[in-house]
T-cell receptor, first 116, second 117 residues
Framework: AQKVTQAQTEISVVEKEDVTLDCVYE???????LFWYKQPPSGELVFLIR??????QNEISGRYSWNFQKSTSSFNFTITASQVVDSAVYFC?????????????FGAGTTVTVRA | DVKVTQSSRYLVKRTGEKVFLECVQD?????MFWYRQDPGLGLRLIYF???????EKGDIPEGYSVSREKKERFSLILESASTNQTSMYLC????????????????FGPGTRLTVL
């Protein structure tokens, strides 16, 4: 069963629009970690954020913000005032503490295209 | 900065060939991982290693093997390449579990796009 679902395959926006990427996860563990990665056209995944299951505070980093809601098992990512450089594939991932094997379960990814 | 390097960006091989994909990290990370990335499937874990000479199967180990003789190097081996192994292969590394059992972020290499003809 898919542990991480990113329902949006592709999103296309015009520069300066906001874009929200959805991530829904599934786990029976009470302790887990959620991640977002960005994969620009160059191919190398870039770490954006890690959040543990006990910290439900939303986080903002520049134009990026994350909304973690345990009640709906979601960890959504918003890019405010998007720019062309934000064009990339974005992955949400889950790591479950019970397994203690450091594995990441990735979603299928959402391709974001920002048009000038 | 953490650097994870992979031996080739692009590789073309023939069915039945033995293929070696090499990955080196320079930050003394204990854990190393091999993933393959396919459209619509995201990244899927093939094998990982949490110490020298240690290896664990991931979600899709069939048709692959790995080797970790040195801490900084983790090799993925396709014993007899097949066309369904055409994919993007990504290597990653991470520090061991941190304080409080925090799972640390993984750092990725640029990937190797393998085509098997």
């Amino acid at each position: 069963a898919q542990k991480v679902t990113q329902a949006q395959t592709e999103i296309s926006v015009v520069e300066k629009e906001d874009v929200t990427l959805d991530c829904v996860y599934e786990t029976r563990d009470t302790t887990y970690y959620l991640f977002w990665y960005k994969q620009p056209p160059s191919g190398e995944l870039v770490f954006l954020i890690r959040r543990n299951s006990f910290d439900e505070q939303n986080e903002i980093s520049g134009r990026y913000s994350w909304n973690f809601q345990k009640s709906t098992s979601s960890f959504n990512f918003t890019i405010t005032a998007s720019q062309v450089v934000d064009s990339a594939v974005y992955f949400c991932a889950l790591s479950e503490a019970w397994s203690n094997d450091y594995k990441l379960s990735f979603g299928a990814g959402t391709t974001v295209t920002v048009r000038a | 900065d953490v650097k994870v390097t992979q031996s080739s960006r692009y590789l073309v091989k023939r069915t039945g060939e033995k293929v070696f994909l090499e990955c080196v990290q320079d930050m003394d990370h204990e854990n190393m991982f091999w993933y393959r990335q396919d459209p619509g499937l995201g990244l899927r874990l093939i094998y990982f290693s949490y110490d020298v000479k240690m290896k664990e199967k991931g979600d899709i180990p069939e048709g692959y093997s790995v080797s970790r003789e040195k801490k900084e190097r983790f090799s993925l081996i396709l014993e007899s390449a097949s066309t369904n192994q055409t994919s993007m292969y990504l290597c990653a590394s991470s520090l061991d579990v941190g304080a409080g059992g925090a799972h640390n972020e993984q750092f990725f290499g640029p990937g190797t796009r393998l085509t098997v003809l």
